[in-house]
């Protein structure tokens, strides 16, 4: 037995039907925490997305089937613009995963990453899969993030320090103030490695 497919009614019944499980509501209730409750550990918005942005999603969708190369070309022109930087500078990721994984890698090749013993981590198994030296600091005794600790911590062998501002998944913010003091001081007490960055 024989089928004709058509590759184009299959995408669109493909991107369709992926639609609708973005939008109805029972599948969203079965990966949501239990009415009620807010999982705060994920710092994940308890709101979930708004109908516009369901709505303009589902407008995206139906490109899906094309690589994004003159959307890509343009935000990243708005982008280094708004912000007054040079594109070669930028660059987007699919989310923060993979944009943190590629900064561990990229650094973690040049030396040490110091970062805190407890933050957000989902990219850092990757990380030491592809050999780069992590240097964890504990945290100070009410959970926050020790940047004396952290400071200590980092001499020419690093290339890298890793700061989740508010942590995860303490939810403590670090005060301004503090934090770019911190930058500076780390900044200035590895003038031999010109390759760390914060």
Known sequence: MSMNVNRRELMRGMLGG????????????????????IALSANENPYGPSPR???EASKALQKGAYYPRAIHGKLL????????????????????????????VAFGKRGKV??????YSDHLGYS???????????????????LDGM?????????LVYVCNPNNPTGMTLDG??????CRTVSRSSPKNPNTRL
Not at 18 to 37: E, F, K, Y
Not at 82 to 93: E, G, P, T, V
Request: hydrophobic residues 45%.
């Open 114 to 119: 110091v970062l805190p013993e407890l933050t």
């Open 18 to 37: 992926a639609v609708s499980l973005a939008l109805a509501p029972s599948v969203i209730a079965q990966v949501a925490p239990p009415p009620g409750i």
């Open 53 to 55: 942005a369901l709505r």
């Open 177 to 182: 103030d503090k934090l770019r003091d911190f």
């Open 151 to 159: 400071a200590a911590a980092v001499d020419d062998s690093v290339s």
């Open 128 to 146: 030491r899969r592809m050999g780069v030296e992590l240097v964890r600091v504990p945290l100070n005794e009410d959970m926050s993030i020790d």
């Open 77 to 104: 022109g708005v982008i280094a613009e708004k912000n007054r930087l040079d594109r070669s500078n930028l660059f987007i990721s699919s989310g923060s995963n993979e944009g943190l994984q590629a900064a561990m």
